[in-house]
């Protein structure tokens, strides 16, 4: 396994290189991908007046939510490690319309988090892409005011997100080479399927009244196979490569995904992706 600051470096490479499959398709993820992180908005509960930090915002349609939730006395923060997703962020909600609402390019792991203390902290499938999770969660609480809360979810393992790989496996013949995938615990979809490896995380951090809880839910998405397919090679391992690709072989990509993904396919009603969550909660002592 890779230290801390290979699997850091190799964090910073990947996300420079997905980022503009996650520009593309920032409305589609921020509307598809909606129910991973609802069961942790739901309980975060963020109210009028809060001040409230996204810990890995992506294209900022989760902090957007957050900063309507807590609306024109309060604030959100919105932070990334890639430049360019922040800076996408930040054109799709433009502060004049969105008061209240800021997003920062920073690394979680070693940057102090701007203008805390914050009320609330929420991440919808960050935590577990962390080449240091203990130190980013450590980060996060400091962030949070003492009683301050955190919300967050994080996929289980593969079993119960049977669809996630499905792109890579069907993109992967048909594309230049891939960038190394994760092993064990290094950052990944999978790296918090274990949760007692996630309440270790929260108590190393210094989080009190840390739960996690399992959580079922589905991604609906339109009966578009050639669309759904696109959107999920981009935003994975498999999307700088896929476009970098020729058309002819993205093509061949998309083709082979959509076969795979048929299993979760009712034609002429659309997709539903099964999604196996942990709901993380805990507390700022």
């Not at 996690?212 to 578009?224: L, S």
Request: glycine share 10%; with cysteine; net charge negative.
């Amino acid at each position: 396994m890779a230290d801390t600051a290979e699997l850091r470096a190799r964090n910073s490479a990947f996300w420079a290189q997905a980022a503009p499959g996650w520009i593309r398709h920032a409305d589609r993820q921020d509307q598809l991908g909606e129910p991973l992180g609802a069961v942790a908005m739901t309980r975060l509960n963020p109210r009028p007046g809060e001040r409230v930090l996204d810990a890995g915002c992506g294209c900022g349609g989760t902090t957007a939510a957050l900063a309507a939730a807590v609306g024109p006395t309060g604030a959100a923060l919105g932070v990334d490690l890639a430049e360019s997703m922040v800076a996408a962020a930040a054109t799709r909600f433009p502060p004049p319309r969105h008061p209240g609402l800021r997003f920062a390019a920073a690394d979680i792991e070693t940057e102090a988090l701007p203008d805390g203390p914050y009320d609330a902290a929420y991440s919808r499938m960050a935590l577990m892409l962390l080449a240091d999770p203990v130190a980013g969660c450590a980060n996060i609480r400091q962030a949070l005011r003492p009683g301050g809360r955190l919300a967050a979810t994080v996929f289980r393992d593969s079993t119960a997100n049977p669809w996630l790989p499905l792109a890579v496996l069907g993109a992967a013949p048909h594309v230049g080479a891939l960038p190394p995938l994760p092993v064990g615990d290094e950052p990944g979809p999978f790296a918090f399927a274990d949760p007692s490896r996630a309440r270790r995380i929260l108590a190393a951090a210094g989080f009190d009244t840390i739960a996690v809880e399992r959580h079922d839910t589905t991604m609906p998405a339109p009966d578009e196979p050639d669309i759904v397919s696109e959107w999920l090679i981009e935003i994975g391992p498999a999307g700088a490569a896929y476009r970098a690709a020729p058309a002819s072989q993205q093509a061949a990509a998309r083709v082979a995904t959509a076969g795979l993904l048929g299993r979760f396919r009712e034609p002429g009603v659309g997709y539903r992706l099964p999604a196996g969550l942990w709901l993380i909660t805990a507390t700022a002592p």
